[in-house]
Nanobody
Framework: QLRLVESGGGLVQAGDSLTLSCAAS????????MAWFRQPPGKEREFVAT??????HYADSVKGRFTIPGDNAKDTMSLQMNSLKPDDTAVYYC?????????????????WGQGTQVTVSS
């Protein structure tokens, strides 16, 4: 199985940037896809971004502000977040599933990290 550990959360001001990282360990020799989800206070967990091969897919709410860098180290995935807004406040989760392709459905992901808190003050 896969184990995922997120890092990089924190408290920032609106307009600031922050980079999250996710490191995978365990059964990483198969093909697997990683994604970012977030859960705002009092709301459902929602899709943020994912990458498979050379392709990426972003939620409309973060498109143009968040990026998954192309130079990730093996078994890691970062999320570069720019122009942060108070609405981006959430616990951010790294998720993974075996296979390939872009998929924004959280029920498709069987492996989850513990989450990292991102708080954006106005």
């Amino acid at each position: 199985q896969l184990r995922l550990v997120e890092s990089g959360g924190g408290l920032v001001q609106a307009g600031d940037s922050l980079t999250l990282s996710c490191a995978a360990s365990g059964r990483t020799f198969g093909s697997y896809v990683m994604a970012w989800f977030r859960q705002p206070p009092g709301k459902e967990r929602e899709f943020v971004a994912t990458k498979s091969g050379g392709n990426t897919h972003y939620a409309d709410s973060v498109k143009g502000r968040f990026t998954i860098p192309g130079d990730n180290a093996k078994d890691t995935m970062s999320l570069q977040m720019n122009s942060l807004k108070p609405d981006d406040t959430a616990v951010y989760y790294c998720a993974a599933r075996y296979g390939v392709g872009l998929d924004a459905r959280k029920e498709r992901y069987g492996y989850w990290g513990q989450g990292t808190q991102v708080t954006v003050s106005s």
